[in-house]
């Protein structure tokens, strides 16, 4: 039987990335994002590409009742989820002191709550199967502040800490937990610097480490991936 990987914000970047990778991996894959027509095109080029299942949903997860449709609609197309990727995010820059109000509470319920409550809606049977792999897509933002990061290094270290707590509780019970902190990587967050290509990673690249540590034998697991530009942080 196939298996089932589970990617938020799937349609670009390193979401889509993770797409690609799992499905030229035999995997069926779950996807949502804030945007149908995408979500349509990428069902298509990866059902034409591998000839996987693919279920998609347009889906707003700094709401709750859609976080969790998110899940309903998961649990009614596949038996077993054995991957999940909490990758959705969002990133409005200001600074704590003069960052447009609403921006902490925005970015908690999308990059923290949204993950917080998948994670709990497929993590009970990961438990009673002692299988599986949760993947929060934290930042180097959580480990280390910048000036105009405001809020959004408020919510990443907040997903950090959340990951951490996670890979302690399943210990016992064989479901692995990794928190992926990339930096500067060539996405939509980044259209129209004027920075040069080579000054940021590649997102198949972040994919690529993904997979690396979804490999490793089940008597080991790779709690935190921290990944920067060559060149360094910009």
Same mark, same amino acid.
């Given at each position: 039987?196939?298996?089932t ?9 390193i979401g ?12 069926n894959?779950g996807?949502?994002s804030?945007?149908?027509?995408e ?10 590409a591998?000839?996987?299942? @693919? #279920?998609? !949903?347009?889906?707003?997860? =700094?709401?709750?009742?859609? +976080? ?5 609609? &998961? ?13 959705a995010?969002?990133y409005?820059p ?39 792999? @949760? #993947?929060n !897509?934290?930042?180097?933002? =959580?480990?280390?502040?910048? +000036? ?5 290094? &408020? ?10 707590v996670?890979?302690?509780e ?9 928190a ?55």
């Amino acid at each position: 039987m196939s298996k089932t990987a589970i990617i938020t914000g799937g349609t670009k970047g390193i979401g889509k990335s993770l797409v690609k990778l799992f499905s030229s991996k035999g995997f069926n894959i779950g996807v949502c994002s804030r945007n149908l027509e995408e979500l349509h095109s990428l069902k298509d080029e990866i059902t034409e590409a591998y000839g996987n299942e @693919v #279920f998609v !949903m347009r889906a707003d997860l =700094s709401e709750r009742t859609e +976080v969790e449709y998110f899940v309903k609609y &998961i649990k009614e197309h596949t038996k077993e989820v054995d991957v999940l990727v909490n990758n959705a995010g969002l990133y409005i820059p200001g600074q704590v002191h003069n960052e447009k109000d609403g921006a902490l509470e925005e970015m908690i319920n999308t990059n923290l709550y949204s993950a917080y409550h998948l994670t709990r809606g497929f993590i009970g049977d990961m438990k009673k199967r002692k299988k599986g792999h @949760v #993947f929060n !897509m934290c930042s180097t933002a =959580s480990i280390m502040p910048y +000036v105009n990061g405001g809020s959004y290094c &408020i919510s990443k270290y907040a997903m950090l800490g959340m990951t951490k707590v996670l890979r302690e509780e399943m210990k016992e019970f064989g479901v692995r937990v990794t928190a992926v902190m990339p930096g500067a990587t060539l996405t939509a967050s980044w259209e129209g610097t004027d920075l040069p290509e080579s000054r940021f990673m590649d997102p198949d690249d972040v994919a690529d480490a993904v997979w690396n540590a979804y490999e490793m034998s089940d008597r080991t697991v790779i709690e935190e991936i921290l990944m920067r530009p060559q060149l360094g942080d910009l």
